[in-house]
């Protein structure tokens, strides 16, 4: 399945782009999504998803478990509120 992946903030500067689309096997989770990303950006990634969170289909979540969805965004820990 295609996963278009939006970055934000960090994530994006970690990534070097806005946006890609990631090819993930059919019933792909958030875990397998993070794996995929750190092989591909190593550490700097691993450091903003550990302390981040993913929009899943305009659902907010750290679940590893959770299917993903048709597109998902990396987003940095916000600060305020």
Sequence with gaps: MNVRVR???AAAEVAGR?????????????????????????????????????????VVSRDQSRPVGSRVDVLPPFAGG
């Design 18 to 58: 806005d946006e890609e689309t990631v090819l993930l096997p059919d019933g792909a989770t958030v875990g397998e999504l993070r794996a995929e990303l750190s092989h591909r950006y190593g550490h700097g990634m691993e450091a903003v998803m550990a302390s981040g969170s993913f929009l899943v289909d305009s």
């Design 7 to 9: 970055y934000f903030a």
